[in-house]
């Protein structure tokens, strides 16, 4: 997902965005600021966990069963 808002940070010229996002959004953002970062400007991250240590027990589980590998994998 974040190259394809790089994508469209160049479809639409703007040069350099200010990109936020919440959630998978803020993770998204992040990624495209690492990935891209001649295509963001500033960046602002709201409520994404930065490590696994901020998920939940059960939801983790669930990542788990859609193919997030476990901490020792």
Known sequence: MADDIA?????????KADVMGYSLGGAVALQTAIRHPDSVQKLVVVSA???????????????HKWGLPRRNQ
Not at 7 to 15: K, P, W
Not at 49 to 63: F, I, M, S, Y
């Open 49 to 63: 966990p930065c490590k696994r240590d901020g998920w939940n027990r059960r939801r983790l589980e669930q990542l």
């Open 7 to 15: 994508g469209l940070i160049s479809f639409l010229a703007l040069g």
